[in-house]
Each structure stands twice: as C-alpha cells, then as structure tokens.
C-alpha cells in the first residue's frame, strides 16, 4: 500500500471512529486491531504512520471514556510476562464486538515504548500515554 494510500485510509478511520454512540467494544477491537498494526511492523512500519496511529489511538480512548481500562489495566500481559497467546482478545474473531478486546490492555503501547527503534516514536507514545493515565 502507497504512503498516500495508508494516510488517506488511516483519516477516514478516525474520521468513521468518532461517533461517540458507537459501542465500547467495537471500539476497544479497533483500537487493539490499531495497536497490533504497530508492533507486528506490517503495513504501518513508517515512523510517521506509527505516530499517527498511536495518536488516533490516544484520541479514540478519550473520545470513548469506557476504553481507558484499556490503558489502566494494572495485570497486563507484558507485566506477567504472558506470551501473546495469554491475551484474552481474540484476533480471529471476524465479529469485532466478540473479540473481548474489552477484556485485554493495550499492552502493544508498552512494546512500543520499550523497543521501538526510533527513539522519536517512543518518546511519542511515551508522552501520550502519560496524558491518558493522568486523566
């Protein structure tokens, strides 16, 4: 996919994600989906489509108050130490609303954070991340 490709479908996602009548799952699946995108290093691996992404991740969980769990929850599976196959969202789900992303943390940012190799993208997250637990 083309660099204009990504930004113009990455806009018009943010842009369908923010009805705030949408159900809190199906926006907690989006934002794990989100998340996967950039740690897997796929389709997003530029250093300015992480950043968008990352910061469409901060603004869909302030937009949908429900998603801070997401962010707060204390037993993550990086901080267990539990293989990806611990997490309890389900990534093959095809019904986003069964995924049980809900159920999961947004562990992927930790990665991010850590062992990203640009050192801007994880200073990045790192900041965005302290604004949302600060809320």
């Known amino acids: 996919m083309d660099h204009d490709t ?3 479908f990455l806009r018009l996602l943010d842009l369908s994600l923010r009805a705030p009548t949408l159900p809190s799952k199906l926006i907690a699946a989006y934002l794990k989906r989100l998340a996967r995108l ?5 389709e997003v691996s530029a250093t300015g489509d992480i950043m ?6 901060a603004n869909l969980v302030k937009r949908h ?6 962010i707060h929850r204390k037993t993550t599976a990086l901080s267990l130490g539990k293989r990806l196959s611990s997490d309890p ?3 093959d789900e095809t019904d986003p609303l069964l995924s049980k992303a809900l159920k999961s ?3 992927e940012l930790e990665i991010v954070m ?8 994880r200073d990045f ?5 302290t604004d949302l637990v600060g809320k």
């Open 105 to 107: 943390s947004l562990w």
């Open 125 to 129: 997250c790192k900041v965005l991340k």
């Open 52 to 57: 968008f992404v990352i910061s469409l991740i």
């Open 114 to 121: 850590k062992q990203h190799y640009d050192q801007s993208v």
């Open 6 to 8: 990504k930004s113009r």
């Open 89 to 91: 969202y389900n990534a």
């Open 65 to 70: 108050p429900r998603c801070y769990r997401l």
């Open 38 to 42: 950039i740690v897997s290093h796929g």
